[in-house]
């Protein structure tokens, strides 16, 4: 009997992992619609300035240069940490998740900085309507990616726990599945927002 | 002190009063209730941790008929005002809070939930499944849902209405337009359930993509759940732009930000059209799975497989993806010129050819049929003639040019409420009727029944038809009131007559409840209709589990043809062994988690943003609790599903 049940078990948990990945992809449809309508907010009001600060005067290459290095470095390591979670190596797997969480903070404490350099020119959220729209789209990029990071410790701490299992192993692959969207929507605002807006 | 409450409290009319008062007593008899027959636990273990799709299909009804009381009664108010000329029985902004949140609720509060009530109780058991794909999370979307409504409604007593319209178009509803709590509520308490809503979207589609019974292929499933598809599919891509477009406002009216302000370089007709890109697929939203409820009636109530089973499914696709090329049809006025009009006046007419086929298609499903004229057939059949006339008028609407004449008049309402109450509310109470003896195990009663179709139907013509004729007079959408000289008054009270009589429909259905609790036939045999799918193979009301045995399924129309040809549950040769049960456990998480986004979303809408943050990290350590939970699951031992499957008296 509990042979019988331990085997219906892993059969049961196979077909709902197959059903969590399916769902978090639609999930990520529903965020892309999210950041293609702000990406559209933005497109209509960047020339929007009412006569005040320009993308032009504001950004700074070697910020946004960094700060994309940087993301693009993370998800890198968290693209490593899912290599070690296959080999089945939990000290690795640790070690690349704990570099993707360090590489993260820093990501949001330089757009922090930017942001807050940024006020202190006299550029907030209030300013105009292109201010508005860049400080709506790039935050909510950067709540996203804290998020993430509340999310991947978390999953850390459950891997510090119970090890590699199939439970912890679903969680990594998903949060790694958000990791590398967020990536992916960071490389649209370096170029609609950043690159455009130097140019 | 007193000067704060004033200020927190709505006051100074006596209609709030008498709400102030009821609502106090209505939650006092329930806490009295509760505690005196020692129910609170019952109703914490049975119901708010519950994750059976059934239940929580049920509690979505109960609180979509309660919102459809609720902006029932803000429509008679607004007839009563309008009934005659130079009325003041309400005063102008309070009539603007009244049509507000009319329209809000019955849209977002009624409609939605009264659909998402049908999907959870119908879509598993027509696939043949034990639940739905994510059951945790759709207990989350029904209390989102809930708390959300309940912080819209709040705003009645506390704070004040919205009132800048259903759509609260800026600069209007922006913080210049609209000072205090009330546009804020309306932002909350739309945003917080329709968070409920995409997930709800979510979850269906993945169940209806992943969970169907074995043999069923897409092509061999039940319209309703075709239907349901189609649905969730417009939901997944129409509910972001909703959240978007509410939080901006939110962002523009909090931080000051001027994205859709008329100053500082916004753009307020952004907002229009963002808005309208959700509003505009919002309605095929709510109207698809109506549709669906009419393929599944007209057939079963014809004793003939549905006419033109595919045309049926690729309309419903069509339909779904027309709806988004259509948006602009909503403000053909605004100066966006010729060619943009022209388009969107062409793609909404385009709409109406899949509309057309499956008009023609259950026309020819009763052709030559033996039709019964049940309750669910009786609404069924009074939707075709109000849903042809409302179509007319739509394409009427949609002649760009001619909009120009019409445009935001009482035309408009007149159509819109005849799509929406032709289509949408009769084909939920079709549904309703048709699966309340699944729901409940029992029948409703008939006579009372035919009471309440005939009231609400010729009310509904009394009360919309003048409209038209309102429409073209002059009288525009949103007035409170009129002079004599206008010649509206002869109109308007016919039509306030009609509202009332479509209030005394209501009544009698509710009549209809109470006494067929009581009274009502019971339904011993699961399948009280000589039904044709699925749902209609197990006992009324479903056991927990829904299907001892998940069905094998050879055909559409599954149970049908296993009546047929005698296998399956139908026959009685099929005595398999029983195998231990996989179920979710139920959860008070979801329960938490949408409390304290009402925590939250209260206290951002007063902007002690203190109680906001509280509400967010509340929400925050919820969603930590369910990710460390490991043992979310269990079986249901054979022995336990003997017994079930005795008492419902199935051979076992
Ligand atoms: C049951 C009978 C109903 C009556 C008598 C009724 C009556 C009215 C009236 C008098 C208005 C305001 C017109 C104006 O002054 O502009 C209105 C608006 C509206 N109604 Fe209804 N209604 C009914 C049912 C419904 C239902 C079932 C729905 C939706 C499912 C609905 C959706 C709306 C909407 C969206 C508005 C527009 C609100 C706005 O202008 O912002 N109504 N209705
Ligand atoms: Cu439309």
């Known amino acids: 009997m509990a042979q019988s049940v331990t085997s219906m078990d892993t059969r049961h948990e196979a077909h709902h992992d197959t059903f969590k990945l399916l769902g978090f992809w639609i999930f990520l449809v529903t965020d892309c619609i999210i950041f293609a309508c702000l990406f559209a907010v933005y497109a209509v009001l960047r020339t929007h300035t009412d006569g005040d600060l320009t993308g032009h005067e504001l950004f700074e290459v070697k910020g946004f240069t960094a700060e994309t290095f940087i993301l693009l470095a993370s998800s890198f390591t968290s693209g490593l940490a899912s290599l070690a979670m296959h080999k089945g190596n939990k000290k690795q797997l640790m070690a690349w998740l ?20 940024m006020a202190a020119e ?25 998020f993430g990071l509340i999310w991947m410790i978390g999953v850390m701490v459950q891997i510090g726990r119970h090890g590699i299992d199939h439970l912890t192993k679903e969680k990594v692959t998903i949060v790694g599945l958000y990791w590398h969207f967020l990536d992916v929507v960071w490389i649209f605002i370096f170029t609609v927002v950043y690159l455009l807006g130097v140019m | 002190m007193a000067d704060k409450a004033k200020g927190f409290f709505v006051t100074g009319d006596p209609l709030i009063y008498g709400a102030d008062v009821a609502i106090v007593i209505t939650l006092l008899g329930i806490l009295v209730f509760l505690t005196f027959f020692k129910k609170w636990g019952w109703l914490w273990r049975e119901w708010l941790t519950t994750v059976d799709h059934k239940k929580i299909g049920i509690m979505y009804l109960v609180s979509s008929l309660l919102m459809l009381f609720r902006g029932g009664v803000d429509a008679l108010l607004m007839r009563m005002q309008l009934a005659f000329p130079n009325s003041h029985f309400l005063d102008s902004q309070h009539y603007n809070e009244i049509f507000t949140t009319h329209g809000t609720i019955m849209i977002l509060f009624m409609a939605m939930p009264f659909m998402f009530a049908l999907f959870n109780i119908v879509v598993p058991l027509q696939l043949g499944a034990r639940d739905v794909a994510y059951p945790f999370l759709n207990a989350l979307s029904f209390w989102l849902f809930f708390f959300g409504a309940m912080l819209f409604n709040l705003s009645f007593v506390v704070g004040g209405s919205p009132d800048a319209g259903w759509l609260s178009y800026p600069p209007l509803s922006e913080l210049a337009g609209s000072p205090g709590p009330g546009q804020n509520f309306y932002i ?11 997930a709800t979207g979510i979850n269906f589609l993945v169940t209806i993509l992943k969970m169907r019974a074995p043999g069923m292929k897409l092509m061999k499933m039940p319209l309703f759940s075709w239907s349901v598809l189609a649905s969730c599919i417009t939901i997944i891509f129409a509910f972001p732009v909703l959240t978007v477009t509410l939080a901006l406002l939110f962002v523009d009216r909090f931080f000051g930000a001027h994205i859709f302000t008329a100053t500082g370089g916004g753009n307020p007709m952004m907002y229009v059209n963002l808005i309208w890109m959700w509003g505009h697929p919002e309605v095929y939203i709510v109207v698809l799975p109506a549709f669906g409820i009419y393929s599944e009636v007209v057939s079963t109530f014809s004793k003939k497989k549905i006419f033109g089973y595919k045309s049926m499914v690729f309309s419903m696709m069509i339909i779904s993806v027309l709806s988004y090329f259509t948006w602009v049809h909503h403000f053909f006025t605004m100066g966006a010129g010729a060619d943009v009009n022209t388009f969107f006046a062409i793609t909404t007419m385009a709409i109406g050819i899949p509309t057309g086929v499956k008009v023609f298609n259950w026309l020819f499903t009763m052709f030559r049929g033996r039709i019964s004229m049940t309750q669910p057939m009786l609404w069924t059949l009074a939707f075709i003639p109000c849903f042809v006339v409302g179509g007319a008028t739509g394409v009427m609407l949609a002649v760009a040019p001619a909009d120009y004449q019409y445009h935001n008049s009482y035309f408009l309402i007149a159509h819109f409420h005849q799509v929406l109450i032709g289509g949408v509310v009769f084909g939920y109470l079709a549904g309703l009727y048709y699966w309340w003896p699944k729901m409940f195990g029992f029948k409703l009663n008939d006579r009372l029944g035919k009471w309440a179709f005939w009231t609400w139907n010729i009310g509904f013509y009394v009360c919309f038809m003048p409209q038209y004729a309102l429409g073209f007079m002059g009288m525009t959408r949103r007035v409170y009131t009129y002079g004599w000289d206008m010649g509206w008054a002869p109109y308007n009270l016919v039509s306030t007559g009609g509202a009332f009589l479509m209030g005394i429909g209501f009544v009698f259905q509710v009549w209809q409840i109470l006494y067929s609790i009581k009274n009502g036939e019971r339904d011993l045999t699961g399948d009280p209709w000589n039904g044709r799918t699925l749902e209609w193979s197990i006992p009324s009301p479903a056991p927990l589990y829904n299907f001892a045995h998940i069905p094998k399924v050879r055909s559409d129309d599954a149970w049908w043809d296993m009546k047929e040809h005698k296998h399956g549950a139908a026959s009685e040769k099929e005595n398999k062994e029983f195998e231990p049960i996989h179920m979710p456990k139920n959860s008070g998480i979801p329960f938490f988690m949408a409390a304290c986004w009402f925590v939250a979303g209260f206290g951002l809408t007063f902007e002690w943003v203190w109680v906001g943050i509280a509400g967010l990290a509340g929400v925050a350590i919820c969603l930590l609790a369910r990710s460390f939970q490991r043992k979310t699951d269990y079986y249901i031992p054979v022995d336990e599903i003997k017994r079930t499957e005795a008492s419902l008296g199935r051979v076992v």
Do not use: P
């Open chain 1, 98 to 117: 704990a570099v993707t969480v360090l590489l993260g903070m820093s990501f949001v404490g330089l757009e922090i900085t930017e942001f807050a350099k």
């Open chain 2, 188 to 198: 909350w308490g739309i945003q917080i359930s329709g968070i409920g809503s995409l």
């Open chain 1, 122 to 146: 006299g550029a907030t959220i209030s300013t105009n309507a292109f201010l508005s729209s860049f400080f709506t789209l790039v935050g909510t990029h950067g709540l996203h990616v804290t």
